[in-house]
């Protein structure tokens, strides 16, 4: 069984660039949720994809997106990066069901110079 | 709106005290919580949820709907328990939509 993977795992950007974030889901998951980790604070919510559809989001603008494939793999992107959008960004895949548990991968760190 | 609130930055215990992360929540809906840990060099995982009313690696977290809590307790720290915590708060029809608090550090000394 594999694990939540994401890559890469360290990236620096300019401001005003445009960045994709990748993650392949934990083997037999069909959920993605994808969260943005500031220095000091906790994971906070970005959106989710369930069956390569977008299945709520955060408060979060439009300028972040994301896309799933029919693998359950998936991206975030997020264009006119800002300062602020440095952070860890974390992937969690899990299977929709009664017993539903998220796993994590170890994240991707993006600094915006 | 919802809010998960974990007011201590920094827990620093002895060996074999007990330890209590306090974690208080606002929520207009019936609440599912959750505490996460992550040990150095880890990631972040499930420690234990509320609904599932378990004990795991000696911890439990009751959920006190009146006080709007769900601290997490054990009665003996060891050395191993030394980690970030989150409390989490599910915020949508999924459990994939979590609501975190900021986090307490937990340093226990031997």
């Known amino acids: 069984e594999t694990g939540v993977t994401q890559s890469p795992t360290h990236l620096i950007k300019t401001r005003g660039q445009q960045v994709t974030l990748r993650c392949s889901s934990q083997s037999g998951h069909n959920t993605v949720s994808w969260y943005q980790q500031a220095l000091g604070q906790g994971p906070q919510f970005i959106f989710q994809y369930y069956r390569e559809e977008e299945n709520g989001r955060g408060n979060f603008p439009p300028r972040f997106s994301g896309l799933q494939f029919p693998n359950y793999s998936s991206e975030l992107n997020v264009n006119a990066l800002e300062l602020d959008d440095s952070a860890l960004y974390l992937c969690a895949s899990s299977s929709t069901g009664t017993n539903e548990k998220l796993f994590f991968g170890s994240g991707t760190q993006l600094s915006v110079l | 709106a919802q809010r998960v609130t974990q007011p201590e930055k920094l827990l620093s215990v002895f060996k074999g005290a007990p330890v209590e992360l306090k974690c208080n929540y606002s929520y207009s809906g019936s609440p599912e919580l959750f505490w996460y840990v992550q040990y150095s060099r880890q990631r972040l995982q499930l420690l234990l949820r509320?609904?599932s009313r378990e004990s795991i690696k000696g911890f439990t977290a009751d959920l006190n709907k009146g006080e709007t809590s769900f601290h997490l307790k054990k009665p003996f720290a060891q050395e191993e328990d030394s980690a970030m915590y989150y409390c989490a708060l599910s915020v949508g029809d999924s459990w994939g939509k979590l609501q975190f608090g900021a986090g307490t550090q937990v340093v226990v000394t031997p």
């Open positions: 509320h609904i």
